[in-house]
């Protein structure tokens, strides 16, 4: 499994409604609104790398009022 | 509960065990080393945001061999 | 309490009136026009951390002409 | 009376007492650590302008572990 | 009296006739066309800081062809 | 005559004298500590551009403490 | 040979075919959407240095939705 | 003779022949397409500096497709 | 299989062998020195994406000289 | 024949002979001091892009004060 972080940057007129609409996207497992240069952060689980492509850039990037986005990686993951 | 993201940078000779280290910090979620202009990337949960500014300068500032910090808040966070 | 500095950039047109209208919002404690790369400051302080996503987004971000905003939430505030 | 933002760096070690020192100098009326790329504010009040040279670069940039200061004067402030 | 520097970025089209226009706003006392970054520099000196307010966003902002302003005000002056 | 503005940063421990050395040198009209990212500017007037290159990285830059300059050469200058 | 590292940024909407249209430029050898700040990415082989001001600037330039290249020249290229 | 660099960026549409036109300017000694974050570049020589505001903003600004220029004014030039 | 693309800005006293040594890591492809801002361009190739965190904080990144690196993975690649 | 600008920047203490040492050196054709961000500007004109790796980094690069270089190749060079 690949975890990203994907940071989204919105129109004005987007904002009251486009924290739901995030979350709601297959594999994104949690959306939040943030302070700050971006205005929110997806946290992304995907069975593999190459469904990062249409995850970001098609469902996330598709979104109403999207703006930009920035995509890290996450290579592996620690847990407590 | 309050929510932050926490993008951290550290030294190069700090690399290959600070990912275990960050996760091992109390009130740290999950710990990831990211692809792009930061090294790791740790997801928060606190009970209050009050509790952010020493786990944030106390306890991760003070893992050996971080550089910088840069904290993203949760003002609000959704899931589906 | 949390106490958050929000910094505003504004259309020229609409800088005339905006300190005024930036001040009455509620939970705007302070609004100020400013010398270099921002044009307003509001010192923002509400009961809890998630009524900032509202106030950020929604009132300040509503306020004809702004073009963005970057919020800086407090972690912990000292007076002497 | 002019009132002046002052954005603050400090190194990792100074942090854990770096807000009761800032919010001791006199001029500052309110001290805080933020979240994002500045690790603490300052929200300074001062009879004049000219006082600001010697209360940023003087007293506030000779705190021990200060590592940067970038300060935004109030042109005029607005209070509901 | 308050000296300030005043960068302005300015449409293309208003280039030809901009420096002139500049310096004929009271309390700009020298205009100049600049290498770099910046467009046009103004050194304005005014009787208080709150003056600034108003010539830098409502008389200078309101220059036809001006893109943005930064301004850096002086918090003390030294001649020889 | 050529006119340039130079921006300059300065060590925390030569911040105090700065401003009255950098006033002393010979072509520079006015010096100021500003707000900001930058800690001085120095308005700089010479006989001919070629006296520039060392006016800045000779005498300004020689001064004790100096971390950084940045000049914009006037192309023309405007006064009313 | 002169190899060439071209970076590109697309319009959302020329996402979903970007990859394909970019791979299919001659001179191309392999494409791909990236993490981080750009889309995307494409390996560059030209016989001279001089064909890649028009493979740049006409060919992939010229694709629907390019919004911005960036192109870093090889000096030299290390195989083991 | 003040010799000065001027970078340049243009629309896409306007980049098969601003090179040539940018080359026919007076002042221009020679403009090159170059790889990176600029588009074109131009080595300008003219026999004063006041001679370059109107050459940089008027003459090369105003040719069609400019977006952006940032001239870096040579102090002194030495060959061997 | 994963692509990734990394940046890597060594120190002046390791560039003349830099290429050499990057080239011979396990997994880099194929190494370049570039012009622009980043001094080497690795194009790397691994079985999986948790590959890379070993592969670049710890293969690259421990190669002597090394400043900082930047990766960009690959989600999808194209070839015609 | 590649034609390529050197951006350089330069410690304070080498400034004073740089423009004669960067002119010096073979394949640089013409060397100055400049307003700006960078302190010199070196026009270099070599043979084959294959000579830029060693000129800058090797050559330019192991000139003494140096602290960083930019090269910007140019594709394609216009005269009138």
């Given at each position: 499994m690949t975890t990203a972080i994907v940071l989204v940057d919105v129109e004005r007129t987007a904002m009251p409604h486009f924290g739901e609409e995030l979350a709601a996207?297959?594999?994104?497992?949690e959306a939040m609104s943030v302070s700050g240069e971006w205005d929110f952060v997806a946290i992304v689980r995907v069975e593999?790398?190459?469904r990062l492509s249409n995850l970001v850039s098609g469902e996330i990037g598709g979104l109403p009022g999207v703006l930009r986005t920035h995509t890290m990686v996450a290579f592996e993951t620690f847990t407590d």
């Amino acid at each position: 499994m690949t975890t990203a972080i994907v940071l989204v940057d919105v129109e004005r007129t987007a904002m009251p409604h486009f924290g739901e609409e995030l979350a709601a996207v297959e594999g994104v497992a949690e959306a939040m609104s943030v302070s700050g240069e971006w205005d929110f952060v997806a946290i992304v689980r995907v069975e593999e790398t190459g469904r990062l492509s249409n995850l970001v850039s098609g469902e996330i990037g598709g979104l109403p009022g999207v703006l930009r986005t920035h995509t890290m990686v996450a290579f592996e993951t620690f847990t407590d």
